[in-house]
């Protein structure tokens, strides 16, 4: 099944007062790679996360952001009272030494190093991030893979129309093949009998056959058409599938084998007509491997 590498999902909830949100993003690449984005409280999990992301997702540069805002009671920081009763005493004391007064300001006290701390439900706090993170992420992971398998539609129409294109030329170069030989023993007679026909000279037939069997090796390509039509037998099969697994990557080697076959064919045939339509298949292959650098 042919599915793109660039989708998008997301997915948010509220549990008890606290908003969570997953965005994940996905964009071609070669295999797959995860940008985990959390809270820095949170950051503890993203191991599991980017686990969670293989199992959903083959190929491709994955980025997850996830966020949470905590809009409860619980969101309020601690006071630390031991530090603040110590801040107190301290400040006392150097008022009793300069046998100074000292007038106290709770709101600067509270800005002190220790006064406020986090509330000290971490390990609570982590294990519902962690599930609500989990839940959206799974929501997000479809929303995306729906997205990529959209996209992928519409790149499937396009790879029929290319493999369409390419298999119209291979019959017309299948059918031209065999006359190039014929038409070079033409010539060649022609050729022949044209120089010789003053000078009395005969040639032997044995070096005539010679020659023009040198010249249907040298430009004989049924060989590398056979090979290129099992190519784009192959590439049917592959886009037309509708197995679960990643083809992109066989889909590009099978494009570039198509290619290294319509090179040889280029090299070897001298004919005008086989090479104008061995050029259009080539340029049909090229637009073949653009598209399928974005097939998971």
Known sequence: ?????????????TIDGVHYFVEVRSLNSKYFKANIRLPEEFQGLEAELESELRQRISRG????????TDESASAALEINHRALDRYVSQAREAAAVTGGEIALDFAALLTLPGVLQPPTD??????RARKAFRELLQTSCLHLISMRQREGMLLLEEL??????????????????????????TRLRTRIDTMLKDAGVQVEPVEMIREIAGYAERTDVAEELSRLGG??????????STDERPIGRTLDFLAQEMLREANTIASKTPDADMSRLIVEVKGAIDRIKEQVQNVE
């Open 160 to 185: 029929r129309g290319h493999r369409e294109y390419i298999a119209e030329r291979l019959e017309k170069m299948k059918t031209l093949a065999p006359g190039v030989v014929r038409e070079y023993e």
């Open 231 to 240: 190519h784009i037998e192959q590439f049917s099969e592959l886009i037309e």
């Open 122 to 127: 971490d390990e609570a706090r982590i294990e």
């Open 61 to 68: 540069t994955v980025t997850l952001t996830g966020k949470s």
């Open 1 to 13: 099944m042919i599915r793109s590498m660039t989708g998008f999902g997301d997915a948010s909830t």
